[in-house]
């Protein structure tokens, strides 16, 4: 089974601070996705990546694929109080896992203004 | 708006009752899975269907029946319901697999308490 650990699980921080969630397994994984979910919704996909090494930049959110494919990072600089929320990174295994998205823990997340 | 409809929002059931939660989208995609969100556990895999006709078990599959006779719809069925199966049901849909960069569309999920 593949498991999908992040940390840290909850997160209080100001207005204006930067952060760091990480996603990490001991599993390899073809592609790696990161959501994000608001109370009372389903989570809403922010990024997928796919190559050992990748980052991707989506305004302040900075998501980066580790070179061995197990593991992944989101950093969110000067954070506001429309980030929080929960975040959950998502692995995609090989051959017939690939129709398998395994999900994190979660990592919640509250900006304070 | 197209996406992904799931039907009830609420749901108490009494231990052995069974019940269907629908699920629905409108976009014409190949992929769709069940989860269940439980507290400190994240999202878990209950089935997936990889097109009509097609189904495989998740993660969490005991207790839980699916089918996928259209495109459209992916049914869950709860056969006799249990304590242990409160939580909160997401069903989602992607039109490719993971490593084409398509992620999933998930409905606002089914709230389901079982006493």
């Known amino acids: 089974t593949q498991l999908l650990e992040q940390s840290p699980q909850f997160l209080s921080i100001q207005e204006g601070e930067n952060l760091t969630v990480y996603c990490n397994s001991s599993?390899?994984?073809?592609?790696l996705q990161w959501y994000r979910q608001e109370p009372g919704e389903g989570p809403v996909l922010l990024v997928t990546v796919v190559t050992g090494g990748e980052v991707k930049k989506l305004k302040r959110l900075t998501f980066q694929f580790g070179d061995a494919r197990k593991d992944s990072s989101l950093h969110i600089t000067a954070a506001q109080p429309g980030d929080t929320g929960l975040y959950l990174c998502a692995g995609a295994g090989y051959g017939g896992a690939t129709n398998k998205l395994i999900f994190g823990t979660g990592t919640l997340l509250a900006v304070q203004p | 708006n197209a996406g992904v409809t799931q039907t009830p929002k609420f749901q108490v059931l009494k231990t052995g009752q069974s019940m269907t939660l629908q699920c629905a989208q409108d976009m014409n995609h190949e992929y769709m899975s069940w989860y269940r969100q439980d507290p400190g556990m994240g999202l878990r895999l209950i089935h997936y269907?990889?097109?009509?006709?097609?189904?495989d078990q998740g993660e969490v599959p005991n207790g839980y029946n699916v089918s996928r006779s259209t495109t459209e719809d992916f049914p869950l069925r709860l056969l006799s319901a249990a304590p242990s199966q409160t939580s909160v049901y997401f069903c989602?849909?992607?039109?490719?697999?993971?490593?084409?960069?398509?992620?999933?569309?998930f409905g606002s999920g089914t709230r389901l308490t079982v006493v």
């Open positions: 599993s390899v994984f073809s592609s």
């Open positions: 989602a849909s992607s039109a490719r697999s993971y490593t084409d960069n398509y992620g999933y569309t």
């Open positions: 269907s990889v097109g009509a006709g097609i189904t």
